[in-house]
């Protein structure tokens, strides 16, 4: 699940997770998981995040596979806007 992402100015970064919670008016919680290696002993390991992100007009139900990118901040933890649903 998990995407490149650069550091370059102008490109924003985006993520691809399961939508967790839809109990927030516009507001959408996306489970994010990474795939990194170990810092000691580099077997692959399994990192979640939680990101708030904005979703204006509620397409997007509990269960779905979405798409995030990167935005100004909305409010103290909303930064991410819902790009596409990408599987209901």
């Not at 995040?49 to 007009?57: I, L, M």
Request: glycine share 4%.
């Amino acid at each position: 699940m998990s995407e490149s992402t650069t550091n370059k100015p102008g490109l924003r970064k985006s993520r691809v997770g399961v939508v967790v919670s839809t109990k927030m008016d516009k507001t959408i919680v996306v489970e994010y998981v990474a795939r990194v290696p170990h810092p000691r002993f580099k077997k692959i390991v399994k990192r979640t995040k939680k990101f708030y992100a904005h979703d204006e007009e509620g397409q997007a139900a509990v269960g779905d596979k979405v798409r995030i990118t990167e935005t100004k901040p909305i409010s103290k933890k909303k930064c991410w806007v819902l790009a596409e649903v990408l599987s209901h």
